[in-house]
DNA sequence: GCAATAACTTGTTAAAAACAAGTAATAGAG
DNA sequence: CTCTATTACTTGTTTTTAACAAGTTATTGC
C-alpha cells in the first residue's frame, strides 16, 4: 500500500484509520508475514529454518518480514553465538497472542476446501521472549 | 507474490502449498481484501459505499478486490437495475463465514493497541447470498 | 442544458515482490 | 591446509502490483 506515510505517532499503527481490523493489515497484510509466525508458533527459530518452509519465501523478503515484526515487536531477535554471527527468533507474547488469528483462518479454510493439512490442536510450546524494552515503544 | 501460477487444477488455490494459512493468504493475503469483507459484514453493498470508507481505498483497487473475491465465491454481485447499471455485492455463506477471522484479528489490536474503534459484539445482520453456480468452481 | 452521482476503466508513476547472485565467517572432510 | 558446506544475510535486476489522476457511460435532479 505504502505511499502513505504509514507511521503516526509514536511509530506505531493507525496508517489509515482507528478502526482495528485496518490497524491489523497495516502490520499484517500481506501474503507472508503471517506464515512467519506460523513457523515460529510451530517452534522454528533459525532463518534457514523459514526459508525451509514449504511455501519457499525469497530470502530477502524473509529478511524484510523479520524486521518488520521485530519493529512491531511481535518478534525478537536474539544472537546466540557471536562469531560467525548466528541469530534465533522467538515471538513475543504479543507475537503469540496471534495464534488465535491463524487458527480462525485455517479453521475458515478447512470449512471450505479439501485437502489441505490439518492446523494443530494446540501450538507445540514454543518458547517466548519479552520484547527488548526501548523508550517510548507502543504496543 | 504473484511469479508462480496461483492456480492450480480447479482454478482454486494451493498456490504455494497445502498449508491452510497458506491458501487463506493466496486469498485474503493483501491490506484491501478483509477491509472489503469487513464492509460487506456491516451491511454496505455498494461500491461507492466501500470508496467512501475511511481508509480510502483507490478505485481500480476496489474494482479489482471485488473481482478476486467473487472468482473465490466470497462475494457476489448482483445488478439491480441495467439502466444505468447499479450494482450490489453480497457476502456468500462462505464469505460471512469470515466474520470470525476478522473479530480474531480486531480482538488482538484491542489487546495490544489503545484508540482503536470497538468492534461490534455481533454483525448487523448482513444480508447474505448464494454463490451463482458455475460448472466446477470449488468450495 | 448543466451539475451531480454511480460504477467503473484507462493511463502513468512509484514502490514492492520475485529472482539471481554474491558476501562474511566459520566448521568439517579429506 | 585446501575445498566444500552452512548460516544469515545483502545487493542488483526485472517483473508485478499499488497508488494516484483522470476519463467514461448513463442517468436523475435542478
Not at 523478503?61 to 536474539?78: F, G, N, S, T, Y
Not at 548466528?86 to 515471538?91: E, K, M, N, S, W
Not at 475458515?108 to 523508550?135: D, F, K, L, M, N
Request: glycine share 8%; proline share 10%; with cysteine.
Amino acid at each position: 500500500m505504502p505511499r502513505k506515510p504509514k507511521t503516526t505517532v509514536a511509530g506505531e499503527p493507525f496508517a489509515r484509520s482507528c478502526c482495528p481490523l485496518s490497524c491489523a493489515l497495516d502490520i499484517l497484510g500481506d501474503g507472508w508475514s503471517l506464515l512467519v509466525v506460523r513457523d515460529l508458533l510451530m517452534g522454528k527459530t533459525r532463518y534457514c529454518e523459514f526459508l525451509a518452509s514449504a511455501e519457499g519465501i525469497p530470502t530477502n523478503i524473509l529478511a524484510d518480514r523479520l524486521k518488520r515484526l521485530q519493529h512491531a515487536q511481535v518478534v525478537v531477535k536474539e544472537l546466540y553465538q557471536e562469531n560467525p554471527p548466528r541469530a534465533a527468533y522467538y515471538l513475543t507474547p504479543k507475537g503469540r497472542d496471534l495464534g488465535p488469528v491463524v487458527l480462525a483462518m485455517c479453521a475458515w479454510v478447512s470449512r471450505h476446501y479439501e485437502g489441505t493439512w490439518e492446523p494443530p490442536a494446540e501450538w507445540p510450546q514454543a518458547e517466548i521472549r519479552e520484547p527488548a524494552v526501548s523508550p517510548s515503544a507502543g504496543g
